[in-house]
């Protein structure tokens, strides 16, 4: 699993290395589900087909909580599912996230549509999270649906131009109507307003920045250190997506090692 991880180049590996070893090995797992039912919905397969494979992993969740998980993924999650109080709603809240991609190419969702996708395939795994940091409950599942969101929405800023090759626009539809831009890929990407659309989102990720960082405030230091870390990688990512102004989308923004290395070093000493 952990190789898996490390491999993807994932911002979150960051996090989840500096953790003890029971704590590391359960979010490597709940990273191993993410990637596979999220492979699903982006593989070049009919919607039935990925309907029926992110149908199949629902009918594996229920297995997991019954005690008798056949997939490799699913028995890992088993000792995690049990240390840490991991809830059933959360991994299938990330499949019904995973589907709205299966459904067909996201393009300009409204915004109440944008924000429960962020909040299914992001909130969902920070609820999850959360549980193995050791700060379940309203103050760690708010942190986690601000965060998530956050975070989400960063990665689809930084993604644009990848997403309207593959024929979807995960922005949103008022803003687009607000600014006269297309709601269609290949058009929004080269209209001159898409870079105002962008901003504009890329301020409701700030505030779900500052919501995020409020909740660590009054959560556990120590514990949240991983999530200080997440929070430190993307919020500098959005930064940086800002201070280039949104208009060159291409090639895709990204921090190096270093830099992760860096912010990550810099949440662990504070």
Sequence with gaps: MAERVERSGTSFYW????????KREAMFAIYAFCRAV??????????????????????EIE?????????????????????????????????????????GPVVAPDWPTLRLYCARVAGAVGHLSVHVFGA?????????????????????LRDVAEDARDGRLYLPRELLQQH??????????????????CLEVARAAELRFAEAGEALKRLPHRPMTPARIIEG????LLAKLVALGFHKLEPKVRLSKGEKLRLALAKVLW
């Excluded at 490799?72 to 999650?77: D, G, I, P, S």
């Design 136 to 156: 379940p409950g309203p103050e760690g599942y708010r942190l986690a649906t601000s965060l998530g969101e956050a975070v989400q929405l960063t990665n689809l």
């Design 180 to 197: 006269g831009v297309p709601a269609s890929p290949a058009a929004a990407v080269a209209h001159p307003a898409l870079p105002q659309v």
């Design 233 to 236: 990688i993307y919020h500098r």
């Design 15 to 22: 996090s989840m290395r500096l953790l003890p070893r029971a």
């Design 63 to 103: 297995r997991l909580y019954e005690g008798r998980p056949s997939h490799a993924v699913a028995r890992a999650l088993v000792e995690p599912v049990a240390r840490f109080a991991l809830r059933r709603e959360d991994f299938l809240a990330v499949i019904d996230g995973c589907e709205m991609d299966a459904n």
């Design 38 to 59: 999220d492979d699903i919905a982006d593989e070049p397969a009919p919607i039935e087909s990925k309907r029926a494979g992110l149908a199949e992993w629902r009918a």
